[in-house]
């Protein structure tokens, strides 16, 4: 092999004690363990249900560490199946339509047959080899077929080649690694704080039923009085009418707004544009989710330049308010329970402007309303300074994984 090749069967990124080891060796994945098919007990026997021992499904590979199944089998579950007993440690690798997620066990665990799992064998860091697997989902997914869904065969997984560095190599990665998944869940954590308290916040910062007063009050408006009650088409135009679209126009449709930021844009003409294509935003203007309202993806429009047109999917709410306020007004469970009470259809329920513009709102003094607005848009800052943390966090490990482990391609090519 001359040096070139060597070259390659090392990784780009290499800790400074493992410089002078040589290059990586390269083997075959049955070499690093032993794998085991999954099962399933025939569902129609009680016997074989609710017992004590994990029985994991692929929709349930969704994070690293697997401790807890949403079912269990029992033991004649499991000696009357094709599943196998997991030692802890083992990692779970789906083949099966979704190819390629990977998590490890903290128990002894079975699975149904949409696994391959591996037992790594001694001298092998089961951490470190998650991570490759984890990085190599798609060469996995390259060697899956299946016409109806996609799948991997075990003799094609086992003949995958992979790189295998010394143990205390492998360590150290593995190492690296779980700390910045550590770190990246930590602040994951951090997010979910913020967004509970925001949820919080939303229930008492504006009044519940049958009240006309928030339990939360700011000091300086507890002796202001009650907070009036109008219909949203009282306080809103909905829909504004227009002379004519632009030629040009950035469309919005209803999967470009999740949680309150938009996404997925496209400037088109108005020679291709759909007919749904009708709200003409303005700067403060809201775009409320006609359909399935309880998903929140409403959109409170702030920006200048360029015109935007967004679908009838959506009601276009212009008011002589706090546009702030009314749009978080617009997520308070208060009033989205009344949208859907007003809704119709069961898979895509949905609200006409109608029925809409009749919906109670509450509307205290405009100082307590920009109060109101404030302390949740600060909230609102927070959580996506936390939430741009997470993805410089998840790049920089895409970039340690890519740098970490030689390229394969690179090496056969």
């Known amino acids: 092999m001359n040096n070139n090749n060597k ?12 410089k002078n080891s040589g290059a990586w060796q390269l083997k075959k994945l049955w070499e690093i363990g032993d794998f085991f098919n999954g ?8 016997d074989y249900w609710n017992g004590d021992i994990l029985w994991f499904t692929p929709s349930e590979i969704k994070k690293k560490y697997l401790k807890e199944s949403n079912r269990k089998i029992t033991e004649l579950g499991l000696k009357n199946s094709s599943a196998k007993l997991l030692p802890k ?46 990085n190599s989902k798609s060469e996995l997914d390259k060697r899956a077929s299946g016409s109806t869904f996609k799948e991997i065969t075990k003799s094609k997984i086992i003949s995958i080649p992979v790189l295998a560095p010394s143990l205390p190599e492998q360590q150290k990665i593995a190492s690296c690694l779980s700390s910045i998944d550590e770190v990246i869940t930590g602040e994951q954590q951090k997010l979910e704080l913020l967004k509970q308290h925001k949820k919080g916040l939303l229930q008492n910062l504006f009044p519940q039923e049958g009240e006309t007063v928030p339990k939360i009050r700011f000091k300086e408006f507890e002796n202001s009085g009650e907070w009036e009650v109008k219909k949203l088409g009282e306080i809103c135009e909905i829909n504004p009418s227009i002379s004519k679209l632009p030629k040009e126009f950035i469309y919005i449709d209803l999967e470009s707004v999740k949680d309150g930021q938009l996404f997925q844009t496209k400037k088109i003409s108005i020679d291709n544009a759909p007919s749904r294509a009708q709200r003409l935003l ?39 308010q706090s546009p702030e306020f009314l749009y978080y007004q617009l997520h308070t469970d208060f009033f989205v329970f009344r949208v859907l009470e007003k809704c119709t259809g069961t898979n895509y329920p949905a609200i006409n402007t109608e029925e809409l513009t009749k919906i109670e709102v509450f509307v205290p003094s405009l100082p307590e309303q920009q109060k109101i607005a404030s302390c949740l848009s600060s909230l609102d800052d927070l959580i996506t300074a936390q939430t741009q943390k997470i993805e410089q966090l998840q790049r920089h490990k895409k970039g340690l994984l890519q740098g970490l482990f030689p390229n394969m391609n690179e090496q056969h090519g």
């Open 89 to 134: 440690g083992s990692i779970l690798i789906t083949t099966r339509a979704t190819i390629g997620d990977v998590g490890i066990a903290l128990e002894e665990c079975t699975t149904n047959q949409g696994f391959q799992s591996l037992v790594v064998k001694q001298n092998n860091s089961n951490e470190f080899w998650y991570y490759y697997i984890f």
């Open 7 to 18: 070259n390659k069967l090392v990784p780009r990124l290499r800790f400074p004690e493992f």
């Open 282 to 320: 303005r700067k403060n203007d809201i775009i409320f989710q006609m359909v399935r309202p309880y998903q929140r993806n409403n959109l409170l429009f702030n920006l200048d330049g360029f015109n935007y047109v967004a679908s009838t999917g959506y009601a276009q709410l212009r008011t002589s």
């Open 39 to 46: 099962g399933t007990p025939d569902t129609k026997n009680e």
